[in-house]
């Protein structure tokens, strides 16, 4: 199992999250967060004070995922998150050791696969 | 200069003048966060390009006596505007001039509804600018300037045709030719702030008192009709319009009913000083339901006037002046009365006014967004859209937080040995 980590565009996240539902990918967490890249500079002005906005709105998504879907869903967000510009973001892939599902108690595979979803069928 | 007509004339101006920010408001709290300020401003900036080009140009243009057909040069930058009585009141021609100055920078403000999100400020800055002087001065001269509609009978109080049909004349024009915004249909565009849509809607009912009650230009019986009118017509409209929501979502909205103030204002306004005040709330009843049905088939077809300035104002504007020629009552203070009252003639003068207006309009509209176009982009790119057009088009964002930020020195200005200045380099 993976947690795959996105950092993308506030105004990609409905592209985004249409190309995980069409994967199956139901479950994941979002949060708006502020973020630092290699973007170019936005130098704001209010009455006399003129300030670099070194901060740039991003929207951050946390998504478990059992191995056979890490490929699909990273390419997933690669697709429907880029622009081509400086600023489309990042995805980073760490290990995940336990999941569980609060509801039921299940673990791990059982728990990152949707429901009504046979967890054992390798669906690629 | 009559004492008692001239302070009431002074507050009407005031309060049509505060209708433009309550449109920054209304329409402001209707778009998206990242596209607050730039919504805003577009009402906002009516007040300095308008109003000077009124100043200037558009007040002669409207009301020199000129032709038929157009005003003339006779007062251009004001030359004979002073302090003896505007024809046919006992107000100051000064303050005639500057309360009509005041409709003409509501009216361009008005079209902006229809290209938010999208429309590039300065093309839209020039835009407007001109449209006042060529379309917005022109109908003004038309009905209320010794022009051919004024000679034909059309009622028009307070600004039903010259005002909203022509507004929202151009904002269809505007909308078509400028093109939908890049998120448009594609994905949920949401309201950002519904109260400050509210607080917009119950501002522009209060300057809407100066806008119809001050439209008799005198304090007398028909200034009176006028202004209890205007709180009776939006009033049905409101309750209509929650009865229309709850018959068919089962839910009572505050985006519907703040939309339906505005329509039940817009449809009064060319009756509120010819009409009896029964006629008023039916009126206001009347006119929500087109613009209601049309709000709702609006958003299923390719046209992105994005805050339905065609269904609110267009529609409304065509129910009020035709409604003009249905209720208009020489007992209520019309010159004539209409259809109900025995003059069917009337409701026909009606609908050419409308038509003669719509039909100018679209074509004047069209010439002059080909000839900005000419020079400027109209239309702001897919990346500055999805930015949003706060930062792209004026620096600012509507709620910057600022961490984060660095305060950037003026190389000019000397260092203030107090002020933290981030030292560079160094260590990561």
Same mark, same amino acid.
């Given at each position: ?124 | ?152 009978? %059309?009622?028009?109080? /307070?600004? @039903?045709? +010259? !005002?909203?049909?022509? &507004?929202? *004349?151009? $904002? ?81 909205? %505050?985006?519907?009913? /703040?939309? @339906?103030? +505005? !329509?039940?204002?817009? &449809?009064? *306004?060319? $009756? ?94 069209? &010439? ?61």
């Amino acid at each position: 199992m993976k947690l795959v980590i996105a950092v993308i565009r506030p105004e990609k996240l409905t592209e985004v999250l249409e190309a995980l539902y069409r994967l199956d990918v139901q479950g994941f967490t979002v949060c708006r967060v502020q973020g630092h890249g290699g973007e170019g500079e936005r130098v704001e002005t209010y009455r006399g004070t003129t300030v670099k906005m070194e901060l740039s709105d991003k929207v951050r998504l946390e998504i478990g995922v059992s191995d056979a879907f890490v490929e699909r869903t990273v390419k997933a967000v690669l697709r429907s998150a880029h622009t081509g510009e400086v600023g489309d973001g990042k995805i980073f892939v760490v290990p995940l050791e336990q999941v569980y599902r609060i509801r039921t108690g299940e673990e791990d595979r059982a728990a990152v696969t949707p429901v009504g979803v046979n967890p054992h069928l390798e669906t690629v | 200069m009559n004492a008692a007509d001239t302070v009431w004339m002074l507050i009407a101006t005031a309060l049509v003048l505060l209708m433009t920010p309550a449109l920054a408001f209304f329409y402001g709290g209707l778009v998206r966060s990242k596209n607050a300020l730039n919504t805003m401003m577009m009402s906002l900036v009516s007040l300095g390009c308008v109003g000077v080009a009124w100043f200037l140009l558009g007040y002669t243009l409207a009301f020199g006596p000129g032709t038929t057909l157009f005003g003339d040069l006779s007062s251009v930058l004001l030359r004979g505007v002073g302090l003896e009585n505007a024809a046919g009141t006992a107000i100051p021609k000064l303050l005639f001039m500057g309360y009509q100055g005041t409709f003409a920078i509501i009216t361009a403000a008005l079209i902006s509804g229809a290209v938010v999100e999208r429309m590039r400020f300065l093309a839209y800055a020039a835009f407007i600018t001109l449209w006042s002087l060529v379309v917005y001065s022109t109908v003004a001269h038309w009905v209320w300037g010794g022009g051919w509609l004024a000679r034909m009978g %059309a009622l028009d109080f /307070a600004g @039903g045709t +010259v !005002v909203h049909i022509t &507004a929202a *004349t151009a $904002a269809l024009v505007a909308a078509v030719l400028i093109g939908p915004r890049k998120d448009y249909a594609r994905q949920a565009v949401l309201p950002h702030n519904v109260p400050f849509a509210i607080l917009g809607a119950g501002l522009l009912w209060f300057g809407w008192f100066g806008f119809n009650g001050g439209s008799a230009l005198a304090v007398n019986g028909q200034a009176v009709t006028a202004f209890v009118n205007t709180l009776m017509a939006p009033a049905a409209t409101l309750l209509v319009w929650i009865g229309l929501d709850l018959a068919r979502s089962g839910k009572a909205t %505050a985006v519907g009913g /703040a939309t @339906g103030i +505005v !329509v039940g204002l817009v &449809a009064i *306004t060319p $009756a509120a000083g010819f009409v009896s005040p029964i006629s008023a709330l039916a009126i206001g009843a009347l006119a929500a339901v087109p613009s209601h049905f049309a709000i709702l088939y609006r958003s299923r077809t390719r046209l992105d006037d994005s805050l339905d300035v065609v269904a609110a104002h267009g529609l409304g504007g065509i129910m009020g002046a035709l409604l003009t020629g249905l209720f208009a009552q020489k007992a209520w203070g019309s010159p004539v009365n209409g259809l109900l009252f025995g003059n069917p003639r009337q409701l026909l003068i009606q609908a050419v006014a409308v038509l003669a207006t719509i039909g100018f309009t679209a074509i004047a509209t069209y &010439a002059l967004l080909k000839l900005v176009a000419a020079f400027a982009a109209l239309r702001a790119t897919s990346a500055e859209q999805g930015q949003g057009l706060d930062f792209s088009q004026h620096g600012e964002e509507a709620y910057a937080s600022g961490d984060g930020a660095l305060l950037l020195l003026s190389e000019t200005l000397p260092v203030d040995p107090v002020v933290f200045v981030p030292s560079k380099g160094g260590a990561h």
